[in-house]
């Protein structure tokens, strides 16, 4: 079967060509990619290429298809794995392997470290470690990009999991977030930041008492609480608030008093930014947990800390990168119960927009974007639909579906794009 992707060559040299599959060995599975979201860790891969930690040194020679949240249907099963996929099914895929035989050993992950599979593709072969590893994960729920969407939200989970707090007197660390605590997201009307604040005011197992949201541009703040409203947050008994740090003359002092005074037991930080992470060190209640979420681009990126507070106020100190399996599928089923990220949206594109928005994802401003790879669309944002639906009907219809949906990208405007571009 011919698949068309987009192949990682080296350094900044990505390309889009159509080649052979091979014929799939009993071990492995044939899939049709539907939906791939372009991560920033993508964008990283292709300016470092050889030198990154997940793919290959030979990279030149033996190009690797590029794209790890993707979601898609099963075309073909091998026998060993008949018994547990079907062809049909949808699917979404754990890129995390830890799998010591793949391409780079324990850090190979499909987007990263394969020829033939990754999410910026229209067909691919996933090999049998996937599976081993309990890796290609089933998606019942409606849609595709919720499931392509799986793996971002599943490193929000992976983090506030990651978070624990001291019993005084003992040595035990009491895993997750403080339930009933107080809760900072700093920086976060991001990407990942909405869906932190997405995954927190909806989980039922465990949540803090109040969540502030800080960033400093105001329109930001505001698609935010229009995405998830601090209504919404009071019906799980959450105090949602969202707060520009930007107009505030003492950040700090201003924030800690939100909490009368007692500061806060979790801390997120969503931009490697040294002065966010001081404002985070600095607000941490007794026994706080200070989670550093966002990845720096400099191995030698370091700021200031309270030692004083370690010492004496059990100031601690997290960070995550991705999530496992396990976070995966909690997101998954959190999906399928009608948790919709399609907040985190605000760009649409087929395959020939995959290497344009993958090289310069930085200076695109907004959201996730989404790639459908059997389309060829131009990267276009969701809410341009409107302007570009007076010349063309499809996008005058894409516009009609979204602004039905609040402006964001849906279930019905996805089905749409699919049957018609």
Known sequence: MKTKAVRLYGK??????????????????????????????????????????????NVAENPVIIGHEFAGEIVEVGAKWSGEFIAGEKFSIQP????????????????????????????????????????LLHYTGKGYYPASLSEPLSCVIGAMHANYHTTPGS???NMEIRDGGNMAILAGVGPM???????????TDRKPRLIVVTDIDRQRLDRAALLYSVEEAAKNDIKLLYVNTGAMEKPEDELR?????????????FAPVAPIIEQADG??????CLNFFAGPAKTDFKAPFNFYNVHYASSHVVGTSGGNTDDMKEALAMMVS?????????????????IDTTMNLPSIPGGKKLIYTHIDMPLTSIAEFGER?????????????????????NIEAEEYLLKNF
């Open 257 to 269: 008093a939100l909490t009368g005074g007692k500061g806060y037991d979790d801390v997120f930080v």
């Open 12 to 57: 900044n040299d990505l390309r889009l060509e159509e080649f052979d599959l091979p014929a799939i060995k009993d071990n492995e599975i044939l899939a049709k990619v539907i939906c791939d979201s372009i991560c920033m860790s993508s964008y990283k891969a292709t300016h470092e290429a050889d030198i990154h930690k997940r793919v290959p040194r």
């Open 389 to 409: 639906g007076k010349a063309d009907p499809l996008f005058a219809e894409l516009n009609r579906l979204c602004e039905r949906n609040n402006g964001l990208w």
């Open 96 to 135: 995390a392997l830890n799998d010591p035989n793949g391409p780079v050993g324990i850090l190979s992950a499909p987007g990263y470290s394969y020829g033939y599979i990754g999410g910026d593709a229209t067909y691919i072969i996933i090999p049998d470690e996937v599976m081993k590893n309990g890796c």
């Open 171 to 173: 040595y035990i660390h």
């Open 338 to 354: 009608g948790l919709d990220p399609a907040g985190l949206v605000t760009h649409i594109g087929g395959i020939n927009a995959v």
């Open 283 to 288: 607000i941490l209640a007794f026994d706080g």
């Open 193 to 203: 930041g909405l869906a932190a604040i997405n995954y927190a005011i909806n989980r």
